[in-house]
T-cell receptor
Framework: KNQVEQSPQSLIILEGKNCTLQCNYTVSPFSNLRWYKQDTGRGPVSLTIMTFSENTKSNGRYTATLDADTKQSSLHITASQLSDSASYICVVSARSGGYNKLIFGAGTRLAVHP | KAGVTQTPRYLIKTRGQQVTLSCSPISGHRSVSWYQQTPGQGLQFLFEYFSETQRNKGNFPGRFSGRQFSNSRSEMNVSTLELGDSALYLC?????????????????FGPGTRLTVL
């Protein structure tokens, strides 16, 4: 069964600290993996997209890694800011029968405190 | 360029009623996907429309339906509302068909419509 599991479910950190969010997936056949940031009351916004051959991709203070062998991805946030408080959603794309299917993780809720 | 707009932003209905939500995609985008988001289930895919045709469908009952117009605007309808239909309904627009595009086509989400069923 195609599944995407994210951990932790929620996280509280102090402003300026780093943190890492995890995403484990059992999706086949894998096409790509995307991280979204969703602020409260808003729709998700794409942070990064990674294909099978990419190990690392950065977007400012956000760095995503992908290990296709272990089927794990992580999102590292450097020097956190209050505006990083949001839910982070991992989405894995699987291709089957000529159609692309998106499998969403439940998200990690991050709270950055001053 | 204006983003994805959804109307209304908030809606309160009672069980048994029906509701229609509207989504206007980014200008030039021809794909519109609909999602249901609840605290317990996260984001769940409802369906995708591209060029006025439904291209992909999630595992939702037939009470959930949609359509897309020639200007790419899309509507989603839920009939015979149930308490469990209370959720944030998000639509996302994309330049190309997500279902056949390998997922590389970036989706841009609207702010959502918060539906409460009493």
């Amino acid at each position: 069964k195609n599944q995407v599991e994210q951990s932790p479910q929620s996280l509280i950190i102090l402003e300026g600290k780093n943190c890492t969010l995890q995403c484990n997936y059992t999706v086949s056949p894998f096409s790509n993996l995307r991280w979204y940031k969703q602020d409260t009351g808003r729709g998700p916004v794409s942070l990064t997209i990674m294909t099978f051959s990419e190990n690392t991709k950065s977007n400012g203070r956000y760095t995503a890694t992908l290990d296709a062998d272990t089927k794990q991805s992580s999102l590292h946030i450097t020097a956190s800011q209050l505006s990083d408080s949001a839910s982070y959603i991992c989405v894995v794309s699987a291709r089957s029968g000529g159609y692309n299917k998106l499998i969403f993780g439940a998200g990690t809720r991050l709270a950055v405190h001053p | 360029k204006a983003g994805v707009t959804q109307t209304p932003r908030y809606l309160i209905k009672t069980r048994g009623q029906q509701v229609t939500l509207s989504c206007s995609p980014i200008s030039g985008h021809r794909s519109v996907s609909w999602y249901q988001q609840t605290p317990g289930q996260g984001l769940q895919f409802l369906f995708e429309y591209f060029s006025e045709t439904q291209r992909n469908k999630g595992n939702f009952p037939g009470r959930f339906s949609g359509r897309q117009f020639s200007n790419s605007r899309s509507e989603m309808n839920v009939s015979t509302l149930e308490l469990g239909d209370s959720a944030l309904y998000l639509c996302a627009s994309s330049l190309r068909n997500v279902a056949s595009g390998g997922g590389y086509n970036e989706q841009f989400f609207g702010p959502g419509t918060r539906l409460t069923v009493l």
